[in-house]
């Protein structure tokens, strides 16, 4: 069973910036990607970045690119969010996600999350 446990959320100023961890642990698999989906209050969840764990490609939704970035650290199975230049609607619930197999943007592709942590962006 894998386990996925996020840190870094908290409160920040309008240009500020966050760095999320993800820690994965329990039974690997061969292919994997990994995910971070973001949920505000009333809405649903949506996917903001993701990174295919063999070979690191990334891939972002439109709103993050050039203000976001998604890392791994295979030896330590964790992926990082870097959040720059965070705004106002950057306010959600970020959360981590595992697909077994290749990458993926919908929340129905991945198996397994994590509990999410709490980003609040101030005006």
């Known amino acids: 069973q894998v386990q996925l446990v996020e840190s870094g959320g908290g409160l920040v100023q309008a240009g500020g910036s966050l760095r999320l961890s993800c820690v994965a642990s329990g039974r690997p698999f061969r292919t994997y990607a990994m995910g971070w989906f973001r949920q505000a209050p009333g809405k649903e969840r949506n996917f903001v970045a993701g990174i295919k764990w063999n070979g690191g490609n990334t891939y972002y939704t439109d709103s993050v690119k050039g203000r976001f970035t998604v890392s791994r650290d295979s030896a330590k199975n964790t992926m990082y969010l870097q959040m720059n230049s965070l705004k106002p609607e950057d306010t959600a619930v970020y959360y981590c996600?595992?697909?077994?197999?290749?990458?993926?943007?919908?929340?129905?592709?991945?198996?397994?999350w994590g509990q999410g942590t709490q980003v609040t962006v101030s005006s």
């Open positions: 996600a595992l697909r077994v197999g290749t990458s993926g943007v919908y929340t129905s592709e991945y198996q397994y």
